[in-house]
């Protein structure tokens, strides 16, 4: 009876979150694995089944692996990048109000620089593209060029220049994700028992040592969970990439990554089976990028 | 100033410093954002001319036209309401989903678990042909009722997977002391452990809140035959377009601006609250 | 090239409305211009039978709601909006008509038509446009014959066919059939400020030293000789240099890349018109318009930062609002590149384009050939050439309707030109992925990141690729 009304209870919380994904996420999901299998060009009633032909493709094109470095970069590079600036501002707003009085403190003003920070998480990415397009305009008018003007540099092509485009792009990236992750890892850090750091500061540990310490190491689920909400942002960098570099990664494809060329494939060149195996061999990367991670961090857990 | 740290005097020194990375990083956020705001009251050239140049009048033609034209009200409205049910839907089901993998064992508990966690790994414009088929199988293309199921389904995975994470590290003894006590799983999933979850659930609401506000490939291919259902993202999109082939571009500038200011007073308002959820948990 | 010699000059002008601002006899042709087909020649016979009635020739049901789908890009959706809808609803009082702008015209509409649920009436344009020959193979576009052979709204007596320039029939065709309707024409070559030059004493450049003089001469007043837009506009290049190398190796340059002849990209020609352009950057560039779109180009234009400048006579409207008094926009042939250039100095491109398709599996094709009926008529045309500043297809149309002085220049300029009109690239329709491929490559050669050989090699390669790609259907061309 008990054992029943377990398995009732846990059918009748699942069956409707279930459903949805399986109809609405699933199943067209499965369709774009079928297609990837196909030569389907988004308008035929025909569907030419071509094997694996397709992923035979893709291994001679030399954009796809042009794409996938460039993903792989940032895909390393954004979360990195991001959890460092947010660590060091978060631990500057909360802890770096110093130890005397009583306990730990935040900076003066924290509250107002925790909102300021969040600001550029509710922006559209169309807003982020059209604002940065302005900010780094490759002429004195650009906002950017605009100041190193002003001291007498010569004006930098931020998104003109292969080697310098991406890193502008992921600049802009961190930009907007610092915030959510000040919030978040504040959070974190506002729960870590203040006798902890008032013990460490009495044996005369500096900030910095608290840091590494004590901040860090309790942190570390939640950067965690910070790295893995950055890596899926990395997916949604491609809409930021079309309205600031164009829809081709330019200049060159340096800017282009794997999302980029799998909707100008499939969408302007109308080559959806091949685009759709596109999608497949993410998938199984993605895949197995997550596996490793996920075995190294569990790894960590059993040495701690 | 890493290396140099031992010591209390050098506090004044310090705090100074973090002041100043902290000052900068504000302007860094807010230089920009500012320039968006000012940029909607200047002419064209004076957008193409200067950039650290501040408009010569404070014109509002471009904030009616940006009215006008993106139609920001109601397309703001329709978000919001989008928006709300979807996050609300996803909370609901995405908890209840993640409550009973993340804490009953039965069989094919794990494979329902990563079914929902591979959602993560392919990307969604690939499905938007086969999503499109979908959906008007179900007689909901062009509603906002299709739009808020398909931002349940598509916000889930994450959900499950950030939700379950964080049920399994809630303490087991309170919810056994409910069952014990006679009340039923659900009621324990409600009134126990739901309070209990409240840091992680208040963070992946806003993770979704902004996922969903910021979404536009399904609405662009869910909603495009009926211009009156957009959301502000496809409003957006249209007048940076328009000011790409009109030139407006006080016009777009002013049309963003009125779509970030009401977000951030609405962030502003409930950050209190926010910042608090976030931090009342205990440490995991 | 072959032109129907017993059209004057005088009547082709007055056919697209440019009568009121050119006199005296000559030989200029806009149907010189024709890509496809058989230049003049007749149509095939329709395929449906129409009947009697001139009103409605289609047998309109004004029960039937029309659903009406317009890229909203440099002409707006007012003209249909206001225009050509109420047009319509004048003619079938009581219908509903159903109106959609959109830029994203292949992800909003792609899906529909799969489903069968097309709207009837599409301007199938902008960076999304949908390629109409998969369209077409899957039969979803009306055969526009029965529209062609209609009578005209404004002289029952006339067939349609005659009252638009020959240039529309020959790109009505997809794989034989008429199927898209092309509604404007337009001049492309280089744009200049004439008011500029005039005061400055500047004579436009006929040959390729003169074009360098000038550029010395602009630089030491801080001016740019020439400039285009890397982003969102690449294209404007990549037609300026297709052009220019039409312009030394004779139109057979692009027809042979048009139909993937085997190392086309590699002509003399196209190699001689890389080299100079690329040059031109090098020595009178700003490298900064690698990272500026067509409007802030064309902004800077108008600031008089730039001299010349590559696109068709759609800009002076696009930049309308933003025209300082100063700024009068006119038309540069591209000059001569060699001393034996295959087209004298003077060539330039006209041709049609804008397009707009009927849906045959749509829930009201007959209302959609109607309503291009009523596009084509004369104030259907008229109306748009006032909203838009830009001349439709339609004979005669724009008469009478005060032209802006880029559209009389560029009116001049045809005229000047004669016979040598410079043929439109139409691989950009057919194989958008090497267009594309083009649009990156060609900022790619201007940067001087590449050699003009490698770029010629690289798009080779690429078109030879797309040659290679059975999934992507073949067009040809004969002229």
């Given at each position: 009876m008990v054992r029943l009304r377990r398995y009732g209870f846990v059918a009748g919380f699942l069956v409707v979150p279930v459903a949805l994904y399986s109809v609405f996420v699933i199943s067209p999901y499965l369709q774009a694995f079928q297609l990837s299998l196909t030569s389907w060009n988004g308008y035929s009633s025909v569907v030419r089944y071509v094997g694996l032909d397709n992923f035979g493709r893709l291994l001679a094109d030399g954009v796809f692996w042009q794409a996938l470095r460039n993903h792989g970069?940032?895909?390393?590079?954004?979360?990195?990048?991001?959890?460092?600036?947010?660590?060091?501002?978060?631990?500057?707003?909360?802890?770096?109000?110093?130890?005397?009085?009583?306990?730990?403190?935040?900076?003066?003003?924290?509250?107002?620089?925790?909102?300021?920070?969040?600001?550029?998480?509710?922006?559209?990415?169309?807003?982020?593209?059209?604002?940065?397009?302005?900010?780094?305009?490759?002429?004195?008018?650009?906002?950017?060029?605009?100041?190193?003007?002003?001291?007498?540099?010569?004006?930098?092509g931020w998104l003109t220049e292969p080697g310098l485009a991406l890193w502008s792009i992921i600049a802009v990236m961190v930009w907007q994700a610092v915030g959510f992750y000040v919030v978040l890892f504040s959070a974190g850090m506002a729960a870590i028992p203040k006798d902890y750091f008032e013990a460490a500061a009495l044996d005369g540990a500096g900030r910095v040592r608290l840091f590494f310490s004590i901040t860090l190491p309790l942190l570390r689920d939640t950067v965690q969970v910070g790295w893995i909400y950055l890596g899926i942002a990395a997916f949604d960098g491609f809409a930021l990439i079309q309205v600031l570099a164009g829809d081709k990664g330019e200049p060159d494809g340096a800017t282009t990554i794997l999302p980029v060329t799998i909707y100008k494939t499939a969408f302007a060149y109308n080559k959806v089976g091949y685009a759709s195996a596109m999608g497949v061999a993410l998938f199984f990367l993605t895949v197995t990028f997550a596996v490793l991670t996920l075995r190294t961090i569990r790894r960590e857990k059993v040495e701690l | 100033m890493t290396a140099r740290d031992t010591g209390r005097p050098r506090l004044g020194v310090l705090n100074g410093l973090s002041h100043v990375a902290l000052a900068v990083w504000a302007l860094l956020i807010a230089l920009p954002l500012l320039w968006t705001f000012l940029a909607s009251f200047k002419t064209n050239t004076e957008i193409f001319g200067d950039p650290l140049q501040l408009p010569g009048a404070v014109r509002l033609d471009s904030w009616g036209r940006a009215w006008d034209k993106a139609h920001i009200g109601q397309y703001m409205l329709n978000t919001v309401v989008v928006v709300f049910f979807g996050t609300a839907g996803t909370m609901v089901f995405g908890s209840m989903a993640a409550y009973v993998l993340a804490r009953y064992r039965f069989v094919g508990s794990r494979l329902i678990y990563y079914y929902f966690v591979a959602g993560l790994a392919f990307p969604v414009f690939l499905a938007l042909g086969p999503l499109f088929f979908v959906v008007r199988q179900f007689g909901l293309l062009n509603s906002h009722v299709g739009l808020v199921l398909v931002y349940i389904a598509y916000s889930l995975p994450f959900t499950v997977f950030f939700l379950a994470a964080f049920f399994r590290t809630l303490p087991d003894a309170v919810a056994e002391a409910a069952l014990i006590d006679g009340a039923s799983h659900t009621r324990t999933f409600f009134q126990i452990m739901v309070p209990m979850a409240r840091p992680g659930l208040i963070s992946i609401t806003i993770f979704n809140v902004l996922g969903q506000w910021n979404q536009y490939l399904l609405p662009l291919v869910l909603l495009a035959g009926d211009p009156d259902k957009w959301v502000i993202t496809q409003g957006i999109a249209k007048i940076s377009t328009l000011a790409g082939y009109e030139a407006d571009w006080p016009g777009l500038f002013a049309a963003l601006s009125m779509t970030i200011l009401p977000v951030m007073i609405v962030y502003i308002v409930f950050q209190r609250q926010i910042q608090s959820g976030l931090s009342s948990g205990s440490l995991k | 090239m072959t032109h129907p010699g017993e059209i004057t000059r005088r009547q082709l002008l007055r056919r697209i409305g440019l009568t009121a601002f050119a006199a005296g006899p000559g030989a200029?042709?806009?149907?010189?211009?024709?890509?496809?087909?058989?230049?003049?020649?007749?149509?095939?016979?329709?395929?449906?039978?129409?009947?009697?009635?001139?009103?409605?020739?289609?047998?309109?049901?004004?029960?039937?709601?029309?659903?009406?789908?317009?890229?909203?890009?440099?002409?707006?959706?007012?003209?249909?909006?206001?225009?050509?809808?109420?047009?319509?609803?004048?003619?079938?009082?009581?219908?509903?008509?159903?109106?959609?702008?959109?830029?994203?015209?292949?992800?909003?509409?792609?899906p529909r038509f799969v489903a069968g649920d097309a709207p009837d009436v599409l301007n199938n344009s902008g960076p999304e446009s949908m390629d109409l020959a998969a369209l077409a193979a899957e039969g979803h576009l009306a055969d526009l014959a029965p529209l062609f052979d209609a009578p005209s709204v404004d002289d029952p007596a006339k067939k349609v066919r005659d009252t638009v320039t020959p240039a529309v029939l020959d790109n009505a065709k997809i794989n034989g059939?008429?199927?898209?309707?092309?509604?404007?024409?337009?001049?492309?070559?280089?744009?200049?400020?004439?008011?500029?030059?005039?005061?400055?004493?500047?004579?436009?450049?006929?040959?390729?030293?003169?074009?360098?003089?000038?550029?010395?001469?602009?630089?030491?007043?801080?001016?740019l000789l020439f400039a285009y837009p890397g982003l969102k506009g690449p294209y404007y290049q990549l037609w300026n240099v297709l052009y220019t190398a039409a312009k030394i190796g004779g139109n057979q340059v692009i027809i042979d890349i048009d139909n993937l002849v085997d190392n086309a990209w590699n002509a003399e020609p196209m190699k001689q018109a890389v080299t100079a352009w690329a040059d031109i950057q090098a020595k009178y560039g700003d490298k900064a318009y690698f990272g500026l779109d067509h409007t802030q180009t064309q902004i800077k234009h108008l600031q008089n930062e730039v001299l010349f400048y590559p696109v068709g006579s759609w800009i002076e409207n696009e930049m309308e609002k933003d025209k300082p008094q100063d700024f009068e926009y006119a038309i540069a042939p591209i000059p001569d590149v060699t001393a034996a250039d295959k087209m004298p100095y003077g060539a330039i491109q006209v041709g049609v384009g804008e397009n707009f398709v009927v849906a045959a599996k749509g829930k009201n094709p007959q209302g959609g050939l109607e309503y291009l009926r009523l596009m084509l008529s004369k104030e259907g045309a008229r109306g748009f050439t006032e909203k838009t500043k830009n001349v439709t297809v339609v004979n005669g149309a724009a008469e009478g309707v005060d032209l802006p002085a880029g559209l009389k220049s560029a009116a001049k300029a045809q005229d000047a030109a004669g016979q040598n009109i410079i043929t439109e690239a139409r691989f950009e329709g057919w194989y958008k992925e090497l267009f594309d491929y083009g649009t990156e490559q060609i900022n790619v050669v201007m940067a001087g990141r590449i050699t003009p050989e490698k770029f010629c090699a690289n798009m080779q390669k690429k078109a030879d690729a797309v040659k290679k790609d059975d999934s992507v259907a073949k067009q040809t061309r004969s002229q």
């Open positions: 970069l940032l895909l390393l590079v954004l979360p990195i990048v991001t959890i460092v600036i947010a660590l060091f501002l978060s631990f500057l707003l909360n802890l770096g109000g110093g130890t005397r009085g009583a306990g730990m403190r935040g900076v003066w003003g924290s509250r107002f620089y925790r909102v300021v920070f969040f600001f550029p998480q509710v922006l559209a990415v169309a807003v982020v593209g059209v604002l940065f397009q302005a900010v780094y305009r490759p002429d004195e008018d650009g906002v950017l060029n605009g100041v190193l003007a002003r001291l007498g540099a010569e004006p930098v | - | 200029g042709l806009l149907s010189a211009c024709a890509t496809a087909g058989t230049g003049g020649d007749p149509a095939p016979a329709p395929a449906v039978t129409l009947s009697a009635d001139p009103k409605n020739p289609f047998g309109v049901d004004a029960k039937k709601p029309l659903e009406v789908v317009i890229f909203s890009g440099g002409y707006g959706d007012a003209y249909a909006k206001d225009l050509h809808e109420e047009l319509y609803k004048k003619a079938f009082p009581g219908v509903t008509v159903k109106h959609t702008a959109t830029q994203q015209i292949g992800t909003q509409l792609r059939k008429d199927l898209v309707l092309n509604y404007t024409v337009s001049h492309r070559a280089l744009w200049y400020n004439a008011k500029l030059f005039a005061s400055k004493g500047w004579q436009v450049p006929k040959t390729w030293a003169e074009f360098t003089a000038l550029g010395d001469t602009a630089k030491q007043e801080g001016i």
